[in-house]
């Protein structure tokens, strides 16, 4: 009997490994369906830092962040709202018809109402209330918007490789549970919670490769309608937290490279996400990998997006996808 060859055990331990991680793959793995796949220009091709849908229903618009340019969508056009007194990474809807643009509250003609003055600001939320949380980088210190910023710690006390600033454990996402109650992650690849206007380390660990657990970082979260909080971690793992118990459960990674970069609930209630430059989606307790997201239509210059870290789903199941690297574009990917 003939041994099996070399790459007939490359076939076995490749299936075993999609198995065991519950990924399915086909044709679609190289790229998504280009039919669902449309193209949009932003402001001075700038890198798209954030995306964010304000009100609901007919109101509901799209918003978008690159530099110090707030733009918005009309028409399936970009339009300038206004320029930021300087560059912001984060955007986040408020009541009242207001943004949060990194440390600028403004309106939605882009004017600012309140600068804050927290410099650096690289992972933002807000809840029902309207009231807006925020870390800061390389710092890693946690501010409660109000009427004023008010620290209230840092996610953070030990720094494990010298004085690299690169090397913080500063979280890229926050999200609020249903009672109010703020997770991120911090120290060693912690989780941190703030809750009775307090911050606080858990004994919960992001799931990271051995070894690396102490340089992980929360790279984007999402919540789901049944309470539980999907996430992602900067060494490319997906990761379900039940903040009622609590506890985190490891789902996977979806591919073999570093990075969550963007995640979303979609309208049948499964995550679409972003790993590396790969889409994917998680539903009924397995990952679809969709591919590159690439433009290509007749007559018209195509083009492959690498690097996406934004990224928000409109009420009709329309995802927004925005480029973080030099000639950025916004994607439009249909259902």
């Not at 949009?40 to 799209?62: C, M, T, W, Y």
């Amino acid at each position: 009997m003939r041994r099996p060859t070399a790459v007939f055990l490359l076939i076995l331990l490749t299936a075993y490994v999609l198995a065991a991680q519950r990924i399915r793959t086909g044709p679609a793995d190289v790229s998504v369906d280009a039919k669902r796949v449309d193209l949009i220009q932003v402001p001075d091709e700038k890198p798209v830092n954030a995306l964010v849908f304000h009100g609901v229903g007919s109101a509901q618009r799209l918003f978008g962040l690159s530099g110090d340019t707030l733009f918005t969508l009309e028409a399936a056009k970009t339009r300038v709202v206004g320029k930021l007194p300087g560059p912001a990474a984060t955007l986040v809807s408020l009541p009242g018809d207001r943004l949060l643009a990194g440390p600028y509250l403004v309106d939605l003609s882009g004017r600012v109402i309140r600068d804050y003055g927290v410099k650096g600001i690289q992972a933002a939320v807000a809840d029902r209330q309207g009231r807006a949380y925020v870390v800061n980088y390389p710092d890693g210190e946690f501010f409660v918007l109000g009427e004023r910023a008010e620290s209230k710690g840092r996610v953070y006390k030990l720094f494990q490789i010298g004085v690299d600033e690169y090397f913080r454990p500063v979280p890229r996402a926050l999200a609020v549970d249903r009672d109010g109650v703020v997770w991120t992650s911090g120290e060693l690849g912690y989780i941190y919670r703030y809750a009775d206007e307090r911050l606080e380390k858990t004994v919960l660990r992001l799931p990271a490769e051995k070894g690396r657990q102490f340089l992980n970082v929360v790279d984007a979260m999402a919540n789901d309608p049944s309470g539980v909080i999907y996430g992602g971690t900067s060494d490319g793992y997906l990761f379900r937290l039940d903040p009622r118990k609590p506890t985190i459960e490891n789902l996977g990674k979806p591919v073999g490279r570093p990075r969550i970069r963007a995640l979303a609930l979609q309208a049948d209630a499964s995550m679409l996400g972003v790993a590396a430059d790969q889409l994917f989606t998680w539903r009924n307790g397995s990952f679809e990998l969709l591919g590159l997201l690439e433009y290509r239509q007749p007559e018209k210059t195509a083009w492959l997006a690498y690097e996406i870290d934004s990224l928000a789903i409109a009420a009709d199941g329309t995802a927004y996808l925005g480029e973080s690297e030099y000639r950025a574009h916004l994607f439009v990917l249909r259902k």
